[in-house]
């Protein structure tokens, strides 16, 4: 037999297949270990293909073994890695990846976990470690201290394989923790489960309403045809999940399979709870915070057909799944579903591909879906689903504007507004709970007068000025152009300019001081380090330990907290400024859902939202739940500024660590690019304007880990012209690529 091989190096001069010979037993989609190049180097690689004669006239050479008894990609991921080097433009290897754990290449986990161990609980943390130190502060043994604090910090067992993938040759220092009790043995198993340690009650399904009912009969009788794209705008509270877990039930039922996304950010143990109370041990789980034995283990458990239901952050999407059904996308708007690092791929998409390979049916879900999608749901290539009322007639909670200039006015330079202070009250003395959400993106970086809430915007751009506080002056991180700050308002003439940041300890602060009988829970990057945080906070949230939980985005999303009646936004103003032509579309869908925690379960909801600008379109339009209202508004803006979908940034990246050469190398690209975009549109007999700007500067992070970053920023009219011009973009970049080329990205998510 013959193989056809693609090894595993990311490299476009190897971006093809070698032929080896075989033993007969040898499966397409199997990795396996392969003598490459001159030296014979055993490298690992993938078999694409299978033969049973060889044409060539060259000697071959044989692979050297299989890396496993099974084949770890299915046809399916074949032809979808397939598909997703030609739409992002990478090496198949690079595609290929994407669909196996990280930690199978190289061998770096063991099937079988052999022996585990974690930290001894009953010895206080600090001291042990401090016990670790030598006087001058550092580790008696560096090995021993690592090994520790990698267990302390993932704060569960580990198998001693998993120990040493992370730290080589950490046998020694483990059997030295072990002797000196600081860690403990758990003994032999052989699958980490990670949720073993919780027994979830099993749920059967709700009766539906009206509307869920018919959404769940438009995607099963698609599901049926296998066919259909279905996005369902779902407000806050409106049973969003209960269609989705009845909708894969019916995946299962038909023998299929079928895939849930969210955002990471949402993957909140109450939500992996309501899964695997619905389908139990059939349920995947796939997020960052797994060890890596765990995620081999789930994934294997996939690929050998023991899990037929997935459910997963991003990367979840590819998931080694065959005959899907079904794949829903929850949150469908959140930015979290594109990839930054190469290839750098849209899950929604990807999935979209998916389902078109497998027959299967794509349901995208949001109770603000993103003006690209809605877009596609007017225009018909989705299936527009709508649920417009909250589950038992539920009212949608109060929205209340609070406006941050008249408070000022009127001398209160506190970080609660009176309204907020009373509802505050009130729900206090009722025993109920509230939420205080603190945004702290962009805060504390865009340049504003506290007077009259006037944002300094760029000129050419119109989006909004960054404060850049080494030099003092603010920046447009689109085009590049600087202005000095000035001493007073261009609007209001009043010397009130400010760019002042608060964070949610100083909204703890605050309301330990307004409020001090008041007991509270604070959710941010700060308190939620370990592995169980989440959960903890979350859990004695909803246990009623605290009145109050403050917290940053994460806790905007997905909360269903029944004992909470009043949601607080400290700051609406902090997305709307953020620097991005998509910083309405946020704000909007921010505030919408921060304002779906409130009054869940008794319909006693009240939010009240502090501003500077109480007549923004996306401030009021949330506040009146109006998403078409909103829709409507931003699609004619868009249409306006030429912002996407009506035009495209392109974005080209340089790193390198040298400045001079680093410029020419960005400059003379812009300049051939620019030209090869020039022909593209000349050869189709088009207007050279609708490239309509094209800039090459520095980068606005300069300089990263050492390194000096350019970038080319261009934006094209969208018409039947740019499928081409984007080609030749491509083209152009395939053929320049050099060691300062970094990458080249279409619409990103940010230009920093
Ligand atoms: P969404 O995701 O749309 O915001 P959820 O799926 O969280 O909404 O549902 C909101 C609440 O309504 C949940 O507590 C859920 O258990 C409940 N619920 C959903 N469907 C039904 C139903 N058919 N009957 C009764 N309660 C339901
Ligand atoms: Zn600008």
Same mark, same amino acid.
């Given at each position: 037999?013959?193989?056809?091989?693609?090894?595993?190096?990311?490299?476009?001069?190897?971006?093809?297949?070698?032929?080896?010979?075989?033993?007969?037993? %040898?499966?397409?989609?199997?990795?396996?270990?392969?003598?490459?190049?001159?030296?014979?180097?055993?490298?690992?690689?993938?078999?694409?293909?299978?033969?049973?004669?060889?044409?060539?006239?060259?000697?071959?050479?044989?692979? %050297?073994?299989?890396?496993?008894?099974?084949?770890?990609?299915?046809?399916?991921?074949?032809?979808?890695?397939?598909?997703?080097?030609?739409?992002?433009?990478?090496?198949?290897?690079?595609?290929?990846?994407?669909?196996?754990?990280?930690?199978?290449?190289?061998?770096?986990?063991?099937?079988?976990?052999?022996?585990?161990?974690?930290?001894?609980?009953?010895?206080?943390?600090?001291?042990?470690?401090?016990?670790?130190?030598?006087?001058?502060?550092?580790?008696?043994?560096?090995?021993?201290?690592?090994?520790?604090?990698?267990?302390?910090?993932?704060?569960?067992?580990?198998?001693?394989?998993?120990?040493?993938?992370?730290?080589?040759?950490?046998?020694?220092?483990?059997?030295?923790?072990?002797?000196?009790?600081?860690?403990?043995?758990?003994?032999?198993?052989?699958?980490?489960?990670?949720?073993?340690?919780?027994?979830?009650?099993?749920?059967?399904?709700?009766?539906?309403?009206?509307?869920?009912?018919?959404?769940?009969?438009?995607?099963?009788?698609?599901?049926?045809?296998?066919?259909?794209?279905?996005?369902?705008?779902?407000?806050?509270?409106?049973?969003?999940?209960?269609?989705?877990?009845?909708?894969?039930?019916?995946?299962?039922?038909?023998?299929?399979?079928?895939?849930?996304?969210?955002?990471?950010?949402?993957?909140?143990?109450?939500?992996?709870?309501?899964?695997?109370?619905?389908?139990?041990?059939?349920?995947?789980?796939?997020?960052?915070?797994?060890?890596?034995?765990?995620?081999?283990?789930?994934?294997?458990?996939?690929?050998?057909?023991?899990?037929?239901?997935?459910?997963?952050?991003?990367?979840?999407?590819?998931?080694?799944?065959?005959?899907?059904?079904?794949?829903?996308?929850?949150?469908? !708007?959140?930015?979290?579903?594109?990839?930054?690092?190469?290839?750098?791929?849209?899950?929604?998409?990807?999935?979209?591909?998916?389902?078109?390979?497998?027959?299967?049916?794509?349901?995208?879900?949001?109770?603000?879906?993103?003006?690209?999608?809605?877009?596609?749901?007017?225009?018909?290539?989705?299936?527009?689903?709508?649920?417009?009322?909250?589950?038992?007639?539920?009212?949608?909670?109060?929205?209340?504007?609070?406006?941050?200039?008249?408070?000022?006015?009127?001398?209160?330079?506190?970080?609660?507004?009176?309204?907020?202070?009373?509802?505050?009250?009130?729900?206090?003395?009722?025993?109920?709970?509230?939420?205080?959400?603190?945004?702290?993106?962009?805060?504390?970086?865009?340049?504003?007068?506290?007077?009259?809430?006037?944002?300094?915007?760029?000129?050419?751009?119109?989006?909004?000025?960054?404060?850049?506080?080494?030099?003092?002056?603010?920046?447009?991180?689109?085009?590049?152009?600087?202005?000095?700050?000035?001493?007073?308002?261009?609007?209001?003439?009043?010397?009130? %300019?400010?760019?002042?940041?608060?964070?949610?300890?100083?909204?703890?602060? #605050?309301?330990? #001081?307004?409020?001090?009988?008041?007991?509270?829970?604070?959710?941010?990057?700060?308190?939620?380090?370990?592995?169980?945080? !989440?959960?903890?906070?979350?859990?004695?949230?909803?246990?009623?330990?605290?009145?109050?939980?403050?917290?940053?985005?994460?806790?905007?999303?997905?909360?269903?907290?029944?004992?909470?009646?009043?949601?607080?936004?400290?700051?609406?103003?902090?997305?709307?400024?953020?620097?991005?032509?998509?910083?309405?579309?946020?704000?909007?869908?921010?505030?919408?859902?921060?304002?779906?925690?409130?009054?869940?379960?008794?319909?006693?909801?009240?939010?009240?939202?502090?501003?500077?600008?109480?007549?923004?379109?996306?401030?009021?339009?949330?506040?009146?739940?109006?998403?078409?209202?909103?829709?409507?508004?931003?699609?004619?803006?868009?249409?306006?500024?030429?912002?996407?979908?009506?035009?495209?940034?392109?974005?080209?990246?340089?790193?390198?660590?040298?400045?001079?050469?680093?410029?020419?190398?960005?400059?003379?690209?812009?300049?051939?690019? !620019?030209?090869?975009?020039?022909?593209?549109?000349?050869?189709?007999?088009?207007?050279?304007?609708?490239?309509?700007?094209?800039?090459?500067?520095?980068?606005?992070?300069?300089?990263?880990?050492?390194?000096?970053?350019?970038?080319?920023?261009?934006?094209?009219?969208?018409?039947?012209?740019?499928?081409?011009?984007?080609?030749?973009?491509?083209?152009?970049?395939?053929?320049?690529?050099?060691?300062?080329?970094?990458?080249?990205?279409?619409?990103?998510?940010?230009?920093?």
């Amino acid at each position: 037999m013959f193989a056809q091989v693609i090894v595993d190096i990311a490299h476009s001069s190897v971006d093809r297949l070698f032929t080896y010979r075989a033993d007969d037993n %040898i499966a397409v989609g199997q990795r396996v270990l392969v003598p490459f190049g001159a030296g014979n180097k055993a490298i690992e690689g993938f078999v694409l293909g299978v033969s049973d004669s060889y044409e060539g006239t060259v000697a071959l050479k044989s692979i %050297i073994r299989p890396m496993e008894p099974y084949a770890v990609l299915t046809d399916e991921q074949i032809r979808l890695a397939q598909w997703i080097k030609q739409s992002y433009n990478c090496v198949l290897v690079d595609a290929l990846r994407l669909m196996i754990p990280a930690q199978l290449r190289g061998g770096r986990v063991k099937e079988k976990t052999i022996r585990t161990v974690k930290v001894n609980a009953e010895m206080d943390r600090e001291q042990v470690l401090s016990a670790m130190l030598k006087k001058d502060g550092t580790p008696k043994s560096p090995r021993q201290h690592e090994v520790y604090i990698l267990l302390a910090e993932s704060g569960m067992e580990m198998s001693t394989g998993d120990i040493c993938a992370f730290i080589p040759g950490a046998a020694a220092a483990i059997r030295a923790l072990l002797q000196k009790g600081y860690i403990l043995e758990i003994g032999r198993e052989t699958y980490r489960n990670p949720y073993a340690s919780r027994d979830i009650p099993k749920t059967m399904p709700m009766l539906l309403s009206a509307q869920q009912q018919a959404a769940l009969n438009a995607v099963s009788d698609a599901m049926e045809e296998a066919e259909g794209e279905f996005l369902l705008h779902g407000v806050t509270g409106s049973g969003k999940t209960e269609v989705y877990m009845q909708a894969i039930a019916k995946a299962l039922d038909m023998g299929g399979t079928a895939i849930v996304l969210v955002p990471e950010i949402s993957l909140t143990p109450q939500a992996m709870d309501r899964f695997r109370g619905r389908f139990g041990n059939s349920v995947a789980v796939l997020h960052s915070r797994l060890s890596p034995g765990e995620r081999y283990d789930e994934w294997r458990r996939i690929r050998l057909g023991k899990a037929k239901v997935v459910l997963g952050a991003r990367s979840a999407v590819f998931a080694p799944l065959e005959n899907i059904k079904l794949i829903v996308v929850d949150e469908e !708007h959140e930015q979290s579903y594109s990839s930054e690092i190469t290839p750098r791929y849209n899950a929604i998409e990807v999935a979209r591909q998916r389902c078109r390979l497998n027959g299967g049916t794509l349901l995208l879900g949001s109770a603000t879906p993103s003006v690209q999608s809605y877009l596609r749901a007017t225009k018909g290539s989705y299936t527009l689903l709508e649920m417009l009322d909250r589950i038992n007639s539920l009212p949608m909670p109060r929205v209340e504007i609070a406006d941050m200039r008249d408070e000022f006015a009127a001398g209160n330079t506190g970080i609660f507004s009176a309204p907020l202070y009373d509802a505050l009250k009130t729900c206090f003395d009722k025993g109920e709970q509230a939420i205080l959400f603190m945004n702290r993106r962009g805060y504390s970086t865009f340049v504003s007068c506290r007077g009259c809430g006037y944002v300094f915007k760029c000129d050419n751009c119109d989006v909004s000025m960054t404060y850049h506080k080494l030099e003092n002056t603010m920046k447009c991180h689109y085009c590049g152009s600087v202005k000095p700050i000035p001493k007073v308002c261009p609007e209001c003439g009043k010397p009130y %300019i400010k760019f002042f940041g608060i964070g949610t300890q100083q909204v703890e602060e #605050q309301l330990n #001081q307004s409020f001090p009988d008041v007991t509270c829970l604070r959710m941010d990057a700060d308190t939620t380090r370990t592995k169980d945080s !989440h959960y903890s906070i979350l859990s004695r949230f909803a246990k009623g330990e605290a009145q109050v939980l403050i917290g940053t985005q994460m806790v905007a999303k997905g909360l269903d907290m029944p004992g909470v009646s009043v949601v607080g936004v400290i700051a609406a103003d902090a997305s709307l400024h953020i620097p991005d032509y998509r910083s309405c579309e946020r704000s909007f869908q921010l505030l919408t859902q921060v304002a779906g925690r409130a009054g869940r379960a008794a319909g006693n909801g009240r939010v009240i939202v502090q501003t500077y600008n109480p007549d923004h379109p996306a401030i009021v339009l949330a506040s009146r739940h109006d998403y078409k209202g909103f829709f409507d508004y931003e699609i004619a803006m868009r249409k306006a500024a030429l912002f996407p979908p009506y035009s495209l940034f392109i974005r080209v990246l340089f790193v390198h660590g040298d400045k001079g050469p680093l410029a020419e190398a960005a400059g003379s690209f812009a300049d051939g690019l !620019h030209k090869a975009i020039v022909d593209a549109l000349k050869q189709q007999g088009a207007d050279d304007r609708e490239l309509l700007f094209m800039t090459c500067g520095e980068a606005p992070i300069k300089r990263k880990q050492g390194q000096y970053r350019m970038h080319i920023v261009l934006k094209l009219a969208r018409t039947k012209h740019t499928a081409k011009v984007i080609d030749a973009v491509y083209s152009y970049a395939n053929d320049h690529r050099s060691e300062y080329y970094c990458s080249l990205e279409l619409n990103p998510n940010d230009m920093l």
